[in-house]
């Protein structure tokens, strides 16, 4: 997970051959008619599901540079595409569906990400407002951690050890993200092992970390090619 920077809202959510309108005048119209709907739960999904989601699929790749927003695996448009996801789920959060801050895109993984997630609360704040990369460290073998050595909330540092899976004693019964699935483990060991192979100065690496940064589609796990270029792995374990 990586902090993200959100640009304006979409100027226009209608799917095409509709009235255009905004986000904002779709969550003003939402705000107001789930006042009285008989299932506000069904009502918000259906609100959500009316807009043009390619649209807003094509504005969300460009701010996630085209990487999931949880565990950082590629995403695109493909076949099914992946869900435009609410981080705090549209069930419990229904004042937030309409949201920008609120929405993001996923990976469809396998037992991790929003397939993992479905209506939990995450309890952590949004990507546009918090700097995950400098909270959270990877080892070596991929193992994604939360850095001991930064000062994180208490309530920040619980919710993400429950989203990671990175607590102490036995293994969390239902981790929220798990991101530390043991598939995810491997690629990142992966991507570590290839970025650490070639012999380069410092400032070589310093430029590869700037290059990676520059990409409009990202490299795959780009916050554990960082940590390593940086030679920050297992910093704060």
Same mark, same amino acid.
């Given at each position: 997970?990586?902090?993200?920077?959100?640009?304006?809202?979409?100027?226009?959510?209608?799917?095409?051959?509709?009235?255009?309108?905004?986000?904002?005048?779709?969550?003003?119209?939402?705000?107001?008619?789930?006042?009285?709907?008989?299932?506000?739960?069904?009502?918000?999904?259906?609100?959500?599901?009316?807009?043009?989601?390619?649209?807003?699929?094509?504005?969300?790749?460009?701010?996630?540079?085209?990487?999931?927003?949880?565990?950082?695996?590629?995403?695109?448009?493909?076949?099914?595409?992946?869900?435009?996801?609410?981080?705090?789920?549209?069930?419990?959060y229904l004042h937030e569906v309409f949201d920008w801050n609120n929405l993001h895109l996923s990976c469809r993984g396998l037992d991790t990400c929003d397939d993992r997630k479905?209506?939990?609360?995450?309890?952590? %704040?949004? #990507?546009?407002?918090?700097?995950? !990369?400098?909270? &959270?460290?990877?080892? =070596? +073998?991929?193992?994604?951690?939360?850095?001991?050595?930064?000062?994180? %909330?208490? #309530?920040?540092?619980?919710?993400? !050890?429950?989203? &990671?899976?990175?607590? =102490? +004693?036995?293994?969390?019964?239902?981790?929220?993200?798990?991101?530390?699935?043991?598939?995810?483990?491997?690629?990142? !060991?992966?991507?570590?092992?290839?970025e650490l192979e070639a012999p380069l100065t410092p400032a070589q690496r310093q430029r590869r970390v700037a290059d990676l940064l520059a990409l409009v589609r990202r490299a795959?796990?780009?916050?554990?090619?960082?940590?390593?270029?940086?030679?920050?792995?297992?910093?704060?374990?």
């Open positions: 997970m990586r902090g993200l920077t959100k640009g304006l809202p979409p100027i226009d959510v209608s799917p095409p051959g509709q009235v255009p309108r905004s986000l904002a005048a779709a969550d003003a119209a939402y705000q107001l008619s789930r006042l009285t709907a008989a299932d506000p739960v069904a009502h918000a999904r259906s609100a959500f599901d009316s807009m043009h989601k390619r649209y807003l699929r094509d504005l969300l790749f460009v701010e996630q540079r085209y990487l999931c927003v949880y565990c950082e695996r590629e995403i695109d448009e493909g076949h099914p595409p992946p869900p435009v996801d609410h981080w705090n789920p549209l069930s419990l479905k209506s939990v609360a995450l309890n952590l %704040p949004w #990507p546009a407002t918090f700097q995950y !990369e400098d909270v &959270l460290g990877f080892t =070596s +073998g991929g193992r994604l951690y939360v850095r001991t050595d930064v000062p994180v %909330p208490p #309530p920040v540092r619980q919710a993400l !050890e429950i989203a &990671l899976e990175d607590q =102490s +004693g036995p293994p969390i019964a239902r981790s929220s993200l798990n991101l530390n699935h043991p598939a995810l483990c491997k690629a990142r !060991e992966a991507v570590i092992e290839t795959e796990f780009i916050s554990a090619r960082l940590a390593a270029l940086n030679g920050q792995l297992g910093a704060g374990r």
